[in-house]
């Protein structure tokens, strides 16, 4: 009798997604992020709370421009996100990093994920403000700013430049000035939708509607 013809081989397995939520300070990323992480249901890895957890084990720290923290918090960042997703873990991960740093960190884990970017967008008074409430209401943030922000002109000169990140992976622009534009159900929607299969083809970019 003829040998059986083999099993078909069994479809590839899903790649984890990586939610990446990027923006300039003040933008709502962080608030974002962990609404987007309990929507999906997956961790939320956010480049400050690292930090601020350096600061609580590091006594008599003080931020500043040549801030030894910030080093640190650079490769601790992208391998705790590299390690969940090696696990399989969908994860959210949120950083004002601009693209020289989100692009080095991201390429190296773009066969490990499927990676997508929510962009953060707010008006400069807003994350200005926003900037100063928070710094203000909340000790915490004294790990990344030492004082009362820049002046409005030279803020608004810095949050004009931020160079977003840059990869050919499906985006989504999000204005935070008054609660989401688009809504969350629609972020939740592009950040947990069908999913690239492991074969290493690129996903097709999407941009907003």
Not at 128 to 152: W, Y
Not at 179 to 207: K, M
Request: glycine share 8%.
């Amino acid at each position: 009798m003829p040998a059986p013809p083999p099993a078909p081989a069994p479809p590839p397995a899903a790649l984890p997604t990586l939610i990446v939520v990027s923006g300039p300070p003040g933008a709502g990323k962080t608030t974002l992020a962990h609404a987007i992480a309990r929507a999906v249901g997956c961790p939320a890895v956010c480049r400050d709370e690292i930090k601020e957890g350096m600061v609580h084990a590091t006594p008599g720290h003080v931020p500043g421009p040549a801030d030894e923290l910030n080093t640190r918090t650079l490769p601790a960042f992208f391998g705790v996100l590299e390690l969940l997703l090696r696990a399989g873990v969908t994860t959210v991960a949120e950083a004002a990093y601009q693209d020289r740093l989100w692009r080095p960190g991201l390429t190296p884990l773009l066969t490990t994920a499927d990676v997508r970017v929510v962009h953060c967008t707010v008006r400069a008074d807003v994350a200005l403000e926003r900037t100063r409430l928070r710094l203000a209401a909340n000790p915490v943030r004294r790990a990344h700013e030492s004082g009362p922000p820049q002046d409005p002109a030279a803020h608004a000169v810095r949050h004009d430049a931020f160079d977003r990140v840059a990869l050919d992976v499906p985006w989504i622009e999000v204005d935070t000035t008054d609660g989401y534009a688009p809504g969350l159900d629609e972020i939740v929607a592009f950040a947990g939708g069908p999913r690239r299969p492991g074969s290493g083809e690129p996903s097709t970019p999407r941009s907003p509607t």
